[in-house]
């Protein structure tokens, strides 16, 4: 079947049967608003009725995966649409059938790196800045504080979120985020190896074997990040720090916390 691509305003869909990919196209850093969010709800469920796509890849630009998700759909008015939206692009991806990787280069932060995260297979550039600087505008990464204790460990986990640092790629495969972090040049050499190895496999086979590997951290998952959004809209909202970082940001200055 000839390959197709479907270029949105924020993202482009090619389909190349077995392999599809999603692109995210928001110069200059994918960050993630409403409208990419929406994007993203639309492509996956038409990769996913697709009976011979097997495997799906998400990149962004050689300069960022994401720098996450936008901070301007923080605000009280938008945070519980935004919250809602990027949530169920993530509860898509952790429950799609399709074997799912992330090519990280350049920035991968916040929610960006959440989207990364609950992909089955991470390569990271070298190069790459991981991290979940939320906590710098007192906010948190819900999905993040869900999972990726999971992932990486307790202790990798709370450093990560609580002090919102930085991280390389390859920090970021030695903790376990990522499968493997490779020489810039090798990103995509060292996906389409991956994805060769994945497209001689049976794709029921492999579609089944996700369900069996994530059958008891998806209960846990669903229930989590359920926990940790009520507790975003219905605690930290309403702290004035909370506020006060968010508006800080957009204005370019250190934000004044109060504490409360």
Known sequence: MPSETATRARIALELNPPVARVRLDNPPLNVIDIPMMEEL??????????????????????????????????????????LAKFHNVIRALVSSKKVTIAAVRGHCLGGGAELAMVCDLVYTSELATWGFPEIKLACYPPVAATALAALVGQKPAADLILTGRSITGKEAAAIGLANAVVPEIDLERTVHETVQHLVALSPAALAITKKAIYAWDSIHFDKGLARAEKIYLEELMKTEDAREGINAFPQKRQPKWRGK
């Open 41 to 82: 709800s639309q492509a996956l469920p038409e990769t996913e009725t697709r009976s011979d796509i097997s495997v799906l890849i998400f990149s962004g630009s050689q300069h960022a995966f994401s720098a996450g998700v936008d901070v301007a759909a923080h605000t009280p008015d938008k945070v519980e649409e935004m």
